[in-house]
DNA sequence: ATGGTCGACTCTCGA
């Protein structure tokens, strides 16, 4: 059977409704993590989700923030957020298992300005990331770290990087790629680039640069990372930009992979 | 890496 795995900064779930239903029922993805759903937990529109075929588990606050994953099939051990501290997170954090395969679904903070003490909590956060795959899984399970990583990892992830490698930016950033390397040292493989070494393969794409699209003046900074046992059995990965092409889009558009098992 | 637009909420903040 094939399992197939999306995530998607909806930027406000209640929002984008009139987009992700008819997209579930198109695209049928196994499960969908979602980031920025901007939804607190008893607004969270299960119903229709659930009209729709999918199971939900969410976890939001008024405004900000806030993350969910929906699947088709049972979710299991349900956990939000990190047990590293004492300090009140943010819900930017969901973990479950769905058919024997783990879900880390983040969004990951943006972190404003490279001199704004975001920018340093959000090179902490990747810390913490690595110290929760360490403290609650094995690199050897079948596991998935996705979501809206806020991190463009190399020069073609983002537009103006083969003009201008040493321009800098939150999201690309010495700093914040050596920060994903070093979560991604534990052990994990970004699943689109093994299929797509091209440039101009973007997810976001920001509501103020007008014609960006075809300009191709966008972000990789959504991402699918499986740990390398379940990377092997990654047979197609790609992004999914009609979603953005719609009236009233999400700035992101939907990331996919398809793993298979015989 | 600019300037610009959106969403949620009260008009400004976060992205």
Redesign the pocket.
Same mark, same amino acid.
């Given at each position: 059977m094939s399992f197939t795995v999306a995530t998607w900064n909806v930027?406000?779930i209640?929002?984008r409704m009139h987009i992700l239903l008819p997209w579930l029922d198109e695209a049928k993805p196994d499960v969908v993590c979602l980031q920025e759903t @901007?939804v607190p937990n008893e607004a969270f529109p299960a119903e229709a989700i659930e009209g729709a075929g999918y199971q939900a588990a969410f976890r939001g606050q008024?405004?900000?923030n806030g993350v969910a994953i929906l699947s088709r099939h049972d979710i299991q051990d349900i956990r939000s957020g990190f047990d590293d501290d004492g300090e009140p997170d943010e819900p930017r954090l969901l973990t479950a298992t769905i058919h024997g395969i783990t879900l880390v679904n983040t969004y990951v903070?943006?972190g404003?300005d490279l001199d704004h003490p975001?920018f340093e909590y959000k090179l902490e956060w990747f810390g913490r990331i690595r110290r929760l795959l360490e403290e609650r899984f094995s690199p050897a399970e079948d596991l998935l770290w996705v979501g809206d990583l806020n991190v463009a990892p190399t020069p073609i992830d983002v537009?103006?990087g083969t003009? @201008?490698p040493d321009?800098?930016?939150v999201c690309?950033h010495p700093r914040v790629t050596d920060a994903l390397d070093r979560v991604m040292a534990w052990g994990l493989v970004d699943a689109f680039r093994t299929h797509h070494p091209e440039p101009d393969q973007y997810t976001y794409y920001?509501?103020?640069?007008?014609g960006a699209i075809e300009a191709r003046?966008g972000w990789r900074i959504d991402h699918i990372l499986a740990t390398a046992g379940l990377a092997e059995r990654c047979s197609d990965a790609w992004i999914d930009l009609e979603p953005r092409r719609k009236v009233?889009p999400s700035d992101h558009t939907p990331l996919l992979a398809t793993f298979d098992f015989s």
């Open positions: 930027n406000s209640r929002a @901007k008024k405004s900000y903070p943006q404003r975001m537009w103006w003009q @201008k321009a800098e930016h690309y920001d509501y103020r640069a007008k003046k009233k």
